[in-house]
């Protein structure tokens, strides 16, 4: 009996790992997405777009677009989504991983030069994957996402 014991707890042990290994890598985007987001508020008041600046964008949008992709295909990334959302305060949040309404039409508007559109796709679609972002969380984050000064921006579009 003691032996199916450790069996079991065994057995769940293994079961759990995949949650925790999913936790740990939306864990480890997330934290990029932080990184990242301060390179692109860094070029959000420059004039001109560079090579750099573009691989600066690439790297914040293209991250932040695949952690949307994982939030619409994977229920466990919700979850764990939901529950890190809630343990932090929502201006926190907005602070370390959103750019702003303004940076970002200031950036977009620097990418349209005589007509063409000069950056990664995701910078334009940045509107579309915050409420891809939004659409996948509880509606409690967000009226809080909207009523936070730094993310309020984002109701108008």
Known sequence: MKKLGSIILLSFFLMSLPACKEGAS??????????????????????LVSTEHY???????????????????????????ATRVKKHK????????????????????????DGHYLCPDEVREYPAI?????????????????ADDRCSGWREL
Do not use: G
């Not at 939306?26 to 004039?47: G, H, M, P, Q, Y």
């Not at 929502?90 to 030069?113: G, R």
């Not at 915050?130 to 909207?146: E, G, M």
């Open 130 to 146: 915050l409420n891809a972002v939004l659409s996948n969380s509880p509606q409690s984050l967000k009226d809080d996402f909207y």
């Open 26 to 47: 939306f864990n480890e985007n997330l934290k990029e997405v932080a990184v990242k987001l301060k390179n692109v508020e860094a070029i959000t008041s420059l004039d």
């Open 55 to 81: 691989a600066a964008m690439t790297d914040y949008f293209r991250t932040v677009t695949d952690l949307a992709v994982s939030l619409k295909s994977d229920a466990k990334a919700r979850k764990y989504w």
């Open 90 to 113: 929502i201006s926190d949040f907005c602070a370390k991983y959103v750019l702003t309404a303004t940076a970002w039409h200031n950036l977009n508007d620097q990418c349209t030069i």
